[in-house]
């Protein structure tokens, strides 16, 4: 086999090895406070504890984390971060910097989001999204962050749905109010792009199917 | 808080989340609770970071539902963080957007952690042994 067909072979492997989701995050948005035991209970028992990312200490900085092929490597292809809405007075796991609750043998696998993530404003009503610190329990310049990038409409008090005649804008690469615009707007504020962004309907990349320039994690 | 009240659109309403009432018997229950998972639930808000690029399906949108893609689609899209709204549903851990409408129709945390799992494990072996990332649903073969 000719080198050049060996190369491409091992490329094209490569590529696809990537552009599998080799590693998986979720965040739980612990909404009605409940005990992080009972999530443990429910993590250990499908047996997820055994496949989530333990980091040795906490919090952990974004120029902190392992790279992907180094979780890869130690099978543990799963990151669980947990919203933290609760009162620590009141509920005491959430403690800053520490892990929300622990699998067998106290190996600490849920991260509380926002010692490690900071977030920008969530249910934006202007297209012209922002990238001011919003939430945040640590330091931001250290911290991993997320942008919220989906555009809402308030129909009434407190109520908000989201902008879908607005989609192709808000989702797309480039342009305004899109993800690119926002990023932009990061990558000015704080020198760095986000780690995460979050956006309504998921057919973003029908948006940005001509891009280049974005790559699988 | 305020992540819930506020970050939470309205409606409930990936399109499959309307379509039947199950009966309260807890085999049926947790069937349908897979079934709609895997074929239809667009698990709230999830998060996206940057991937790979695929074809143009889409299901239509019906209403201001926060996704309109399944989540083996948006994996399948490069969907690399999912964020699970967590509630206290008469004990159990359900997965439903701002309130819990219907408790039977909702996702127990650990039917989506199943399918997290088996999403994972077919992801790797495929990605290594097949070289490919774009198949069809496996969601049969591992249910």
Redesign the interface.
Same mark, same amino acid.
């Given at each position: 086999m000719p080198i050049q067909t060996k190369v491409s072979a091992l490329l094209?492997?490569l590529i696809?090895?990537i552009?599998?989701?080799?590693?998986?995050?979720? *965040?739980?948005?612990?909404? &009605?406070n409940?005990p992080a035991t009972?999530?443990a209970t429910?993590?250990s028992?499908?047996?997820?504890d055994k496949?989530a990312y333990s980091p040795t200490t906490l919090p952990l900085p974004a120029s902190g984390w392992p790279t992907m092929g180094s979780l890869?490597d130690s099978g543990k292809? *799963?990151v669980v971060f947990m &919203?933290n809405?609760a009162d620590p007075t009141t509920v005491p796991y959430v403690i800053d910097g520490e892990p929300a609750f622990r699998g067998n043998g106290a190996r600490a696998y849920c991260l509380i989001e926002f010692t490690n993530i900071w977030e920008t404003a969530?249910?934006v009503t202007d297209p012209a999204f922002d990238c001011q610190v919003n939430r945040t329990r640590g330091d931001t310049s250290t911290q991993m962050y997320?942008i919220?990038h989906?555009l809402?409409v308030q129909?009434t008090s407190?109520?908000?749905?989201?902008a879908?005649s607005l989609l192709n804008q808000t989702n797309a690469a480039t342009g305004s109010g899109s993800v690119g615009a926002q990023v932009s707007t990061c990558l000015t504020d704080h020198g760095r792009p986000p780690?995460?962004?979050?956006?309504?309907?998921?057919?973003?990349?029908?948006s940005?199917?001509s891009?280049t320039d974005?790559?699988?994690? | 808080m305020d992540m819930q009240s506020s970050a939470v659109v309205v409606l409930e309403t990936s399109p499959s989340l309307v379509l039947i009432t199950p009966m309260p018997l807890e085999p049926l229950v947790r069937l349908i609770n897979i079934f709609i998972f895997v074929l239809g639930l667009t698990i709230h808000s999830s998060w996206f970071q940057p991937g790979p690029i695929r074809s143009a399906f889409q299901m239509p949108v019906m209403i201001e539902a926060d996704h309109v893609l399944i989540v083996l689609r948006q994996l399948n899209d490069g969907i690399r963080m999912l964020q699970l709204q967590a509630h206290n549903v008469d004990g159990a851990i359900k997965l439903c957007h701002s309130t819990c409408v219907s408790p039977s129709l909702n996702v127990l945390l650990s039917t989506a952690l199943i399918f997290i799992i088996a999403a994972l494990r077919w992801r790797y072996s495929r990605s290594v042994f097949k070289n490919r990332c774009d198949s069809p649903n496996p969601f049969p073969s591992y249910i």
């Open positions: 094209t492997q696809s090895l552009q599998s989701f080799s590693v998986l995050s979720i *965040l739980i948005v612990n909404i &009605d409940l009972r999530y429910v993590f028992a499908v047996g997820l496949l890869i292809r *799963l &919203d809405t969530f249910d997320l919220n989906f809402d129909i407190g109520v908000f749905v989201p879908t780690n995460f962004i979050l956006v309504d309907v998921g057919a973003f990349r029908i940005v199917s891009e974005i790559y699988p994690l | -």
